[in-house]
């Protein structure tokens, strides 16, 4: 008998709901552990806290002097909120968090200690971090980087921690993490937007790019889950057959929250409020055992260190319900994967979501501005876009029946369908007074506020406009959202920049009135646009060869996808934004290929184990049994056994075939690798893992799920999809 597989059946068997204490009202504990607005009042001089207001509004520096009070303040708070250590927290391109602990608590000669966090530690940290991901821009012996504070992302206490949020940076200025460029991004869109929004409201000083993003993730018992070694060093399964039961009842979408889940999210949720991540909406996802938590939207770069957070909140906070959180794209074939949608919009600091539809023809041709400057963006960038969301997990969803394709369009609904055709037809160059009139009252004023047919929005689109936002869909679960949003936010900022100067010159060169100026642009990009539109339905295979014949890339994996990232075109855009320089742009595509070989020889290493050392020898030994019955049924019926040994030979031979059939791929495969692996080329690399080591995997499981149906049940050694996935 299986031992561990069914040890942690038992163990999953005996789990119960944890008892969670709840406050009455969420909204007195949100933000408790961190050092907002309100704590600073009651710890900072006037001045300081001025002063951090500035730089989070402003961008201003923060004085040293100031620096040395504000760390003070921090540090009482923090100490009577229970921290004893202080970290830089940041996010180098491995993916995940970092920080690197060190204790307040300091001594100063004479047998005295003190607590202590000086002005200069706040600031500016020299963590050793020589083994992060950094594509070629630090040598090993040049290897410092350094961490810098982030006052635009508020500190917090997590546990007995003290956590800043900073960037980090090589010692020559490259970005060597997530929220760098991130920042600059959006510091690129805030400027390229403001300028634009001048047309129509002189008051507008700042921009701020919003996310609102929604966590997919699967909660599995944790003895089931680390029971299985692809689970464990993967994330996800590598085989295993399909339950005669999965998602086809549609019973689990939206359902009642299983007792243990409801738990574990009320749980989770508490932490989260502490933390001040506004988490509101909590459901059911559509496979076994697949959840999804949203919050309300923010500010993109508190939004992307929030969702960096609640992944390693998650992760602590599973534990104590004996939970696994998959955070993979596909932890399971033949039921949906996961995702993170990212909603995303700009506003000013007037109060105006630029992309809602206002109540006046003006308000409303601000809209449009917005609305269509940012479809033109991603038609030009589409591919940029694309391999934004690449990786070697996201490939398994993207195109899978079940997610958006990895062809980029833009879904707008009938109603805005109907307003760009209008638009269209504005005549060129300068509109009659009748004409300006008409389109006031009948198209642009007739905007509702709210768009009704986008409330039944099209799922299968990977770039949704829905209402006041556009949702980004095909970002993967556990994907971090920096990149996607420095990207569209980048391209979004390179288009209005363009925009703004193609209406200057018709407005100081043609003469035209601002209004005429900004029609006649509009109506050249709704013409130059229309490739991307696309209002039907994404996973049919008459869109992909719609997609094809309009231009559209449709860049299946990731080594294809992330090609464009150095082209020549892709490196200007982030170098004139300010955004990356050609170093920055070269390094993070060589960490992302690098990745993702490494996640496909990983799976294959896996894989090969498991198929050699735990589905053959089993097989083996049924095998071994069923001979042993054939014998007996041979001593006992003598030549007559073939009537009733019948199926017993039918599967021995069965086996045998699978066996054979394992045990070659597996050959091939390895042999695969080898030969990958001694090529020195990063491309070339990628390739073969992609199209030469991963095909493998399908024939290899194929003959793996076929066993699992097959040997008795007591003997299968790896935990089973329906034992997974209907365990609650
Ligand atoms: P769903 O897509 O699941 O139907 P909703 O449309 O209600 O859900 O909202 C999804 C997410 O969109 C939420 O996280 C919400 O905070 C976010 N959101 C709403 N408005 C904006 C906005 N202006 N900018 C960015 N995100 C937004
Ligand atoms: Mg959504």
Redesign the pocket.
Same mark, same amino acid.
């Given at each position: 008998m299986s031992t561990l597989r069914f040890f942690a059946v038992k163990e999953s068997l005996k789990r119960k709901p944890l008892k969670i204490k709840e406050p009455k009202r969420r909204s007195e504990v949100f933000g408790a552990n961190v050092f907002n607005e309100a704590s600073m009042r009651q710890y900072l001089t006037k001045e300081a806290l001025s002063s951090i207001i500035e730089a989070v509004t402003k961008g201003t520096k923060i004085d040293r002097v100031l620096a040395d009070h504000i760390s003070t303040g921090m540090k009482e708070w923090a100490i009577s909120k229970g921290a004893t250590h202080y970290t830089h927290w940041f996010q180098p391109l491995t993916g995940a968090t970092a920080e690197k602990h060190d204790a307040f608590f300091e001594t100063i000669g004479d047998g005295i200690a003190i607590e202590k966090f000086g002005g200069s530690q706040l600031v500016q940290q020299e963590p050793d971090a020589s083994s992060f991901p950094n594509g070629g821009i630090r040598n090993t012996f040049e290897a410092r980087g350094y961490t810098a504070w982030d006052p635009t992302s508020p500190a917090f206490v997590y546990g007995t921690t003290l956590c800043i949020p900073t960037v980090f940076v090589s010692y020559t200025g490259e970005a060597l993490d997530y929220k760098t460029p991130l920042l600059r991004a959006l510091h690129a869109v805030d400027k390229a937007a403001v300028a634009v929004c001048k047309y129509f409201d002189k008051n507008v000083k700042k921009v701020s790019a !919003? +996310? =609102?993003? #929604?966590q997919e993730y699967f909660l599995i018992d944790n003895a089931l889950a680390t029971s299985r070694p692809d689970i464990v060093l993967t994330g996800r399964t590598l085989l295993g057959h399909s339950p005669a039961k999965g998602q086809q009842l549609d019973d689990h979408y939206f359902g009642t929250i299983p007792s243990r889940a409801m738990a574990y999210m009320r749980d989770l949720e508490n932490e989260c409020m502490l933390l001040g991540i506004p988490v @509101? *909406?909590r459901h059911n996802e559509v496979a076994p055992n697949q959840f #999804?938590l949203?919050?309300?939207?923010e500010e993109a770069n508190l939004a992307v260190d929030h969702n960096s957070l609640l992944v390693d909140v998650m992760q602590k906070v599973a534990k104590r319900h004996n939970f696994s959180v998959l955070m993979h794209e596909k932890p399971f074939a033949g039921v949906n994967g996961s995702g993170k949608?990212n &909603?995303? !919009?700009l !506003?000013t600091d007037t109060g105006i &979501?630029l +992309? !809602?539809p206002g109540k006046t023809p003006m308000s409303n041709l601000q809209f449009l501005t917005f609305f269509i400057n940012t479809i033109k963006a991603v038609q030009t960038h589409e591919e940029l876009l694309r391999a934004a969301i690449a990786s070697a997990s996201n490939d398994h969803r993207l195109g899978a029946n079940e997610a958006p394709p990895a062809i980029i369009s833009v879904f707008i609904g009938a109603q805005l369908t109907k307003v760009l055709e209008e638009l269209e037809t504005v005549t060129k160059g300068k509109l009659s007074p009748q004409e300006k009139t008409d389109l006031k009252l009948n198209v642009v004023g007739k905007i509702p506020e709210i768009l009704l047919d986008n409330t039944d929005?099209n799922r299968t689109s990977p770039f949704a406009f *829905? =209402? &006041? @936002?556009f #949702?980004f869909r095909a970002v993967g679960s556990k994907a971090n959202c920096a990149n996607p949003m420095t990207v569209l936010n980048s391209i979004v900022a390179k288009q209005l920049i363009d925009f703004k100067e193609e209406v200057d010159v018709l407005i100081d060169k043609k003469s035209m009135k601002k209004d005429d100026a900004i029609f006649n642009v509009l109506r050249e990009y709704i013409k130059t646009s229309k490739a991307i539109l696309f209002e039907g339905n994404g996973y049919s295979e008459i869109w992909e060869k719609e997609a094809k014949k309009r231009g559209l890339s449709n860049n299946k994996t990731t080594p294809e996808a992330l090609k464009v990232k150095v082209s020549k075109s892709s490196i200007e855009l982030f170098e004139n934004l300010g955004v990356m320089n050609e170093v920055e742009s070269k390094a993070r595509y060589e960490i992302e290929m690098e990745e993702y070989i490494l996640h496909v020889q990983i799976e294959s290493r896996v894989l090969g184990d498991i198929a050699r050392n735990h589905v053959v020898p089993t097989a083996v030994r049924y095998q071994n049994i069923l001979i042993e019955n054939v014998k007996g049924l041979k001593a006992i019926y003598g030549d007559q056994f073939k009537d009733f040994a019948k199926e017993q030979l039918n599967i021995i031979e069965q086996i045998s075939r699978h066996i054979e059939a394992i045990n070659s791929s597996v050959t091939k495969m390895i042999e695969e690798r080898k030969s990958v692996n001694s090529q020195g080329n990063i491309e070339k690399k990628a390739k073969g893992y992609c199209n030469k080591v991963k095909p493998l995997f399908d024939d290899i499981r194929y003959h793996c799920d076929k066993l699992e149906l097959m040997i008795d049940d007591e003997l299968w050694p790896l935990t089973k999809y329906r034992e997974l996935l209907f365990t609650k």
């Open positions: !919003s +996310l =609102g993003w #929604e @509101k *909406t #999804e949203a919050p309300i939207f949608h &909603n995303w !919009s !506003s &979501n +992309l !809602s929005r *829905t =209402g &006041n @936002k #949702e």
